[in-house]
Structure formats: C-alpha cells, structure tokens
Nanobody, 126 residues
Framework: QLQLVESGGGSVQAGGSLTISCEASKYNDRTCMGWFRQAPGKEREGVAS????????NYAGSVKGRFTVSQDYAKNTVYLQMNNLKPEDTAMYSCAARFNTVGCLPSIHPSDFGSWGQGTQVTVSS
C-alpha cells in the first residue's frame, strides 16, 4: 500500500527559511513527485516537481529562485527547501505522486496525481 507522509511544517517570519519533506513507501525512476499548496479560499496550486529518473525539477513562477526541490533516492524522500518566505506562501503543503510515468510536466496539476499525503502547514508571518 502506498504511503506519503509530509513533515517539517511550522511557523516562520517573513524572510526566513523552512524545509519540508515527503517520505514515500515507493519512489523510483518512473515517479513524478509534486508539491502543491492550498490557502484558505484559494485553489490548490502546483509549487514544484521532481522526476525520479534523473532528478529533473520544475517550479511555479511564484517560487522560482526561492524554493528548491530535491530527492534522497535511498530514503524514498523528496524535500522542498523554502527560502525568503513571504506571507503569501502561507498554506497547507501537500506532496503527491504519479507513478509509472516518463516524466513530469513543466506545470503540474492536482488531477494528474493519484496518491496524496495528508499535508503539512506552513505559516509565514510579517
């Protein structure tokens, strides 16, 4: 059974940094792992993605240059390092997996992913 568990969320002041993780029970070179976030009253949006087959990454324009997604293949874990956080980054962050795929799309969408974690809350204060 597939399991995805996020951790590392918390509260941070604007300009600060935070790294969250997603541990999966399955992760291989044909997996696309995506990070999504959803704030109250807003739609869930794609933040970043990484492909197990080579570690190719993609980022939403709003986080590019500030966030970095990476993988630890041996631990079936992906990370999202968030720097220079802004209040508008406040959201519930969730990881999602799409298996048996040849890659990640440059822009990810929730409907493309079938497996989801519970999410971890990130709150940025000003």
């Amino acid at each position: 059974q597939l399991q995805l568990v996020e951790s590392g969320g918390g509260s941070v002041q604007a300009g600060g940094s935070l790294t969250i993780s997603c541990e999966a029970s399955k992760y291989n070179d044909r997996t696309c792992m995506g990070w999504f976030r959803q704030a109250p009253g807003k739609e869930r949006e794609g933040v970043a993605s990484i492909y197990g087959g080579g570690g190719i990454t993609n980022y939403a324009g709003s986080v590019k240059g500030r966030f970095t997604v990476s993988q630890d293949y041996a631990k079936n874990t992906v990370y999202l390092q968030m720097n220079n956080l802004k209040p508008e980054d406040t959201a519930m962050y969730s990881c999602a997996a799409r298996f048996n795929t040849v890659g990640c799309l440059p822009s990810i969408h929730p409907s493309d992913f079938g497996s989801w974690g519970q999410g971890t809350q990130v709150t940025v204060s000003s």
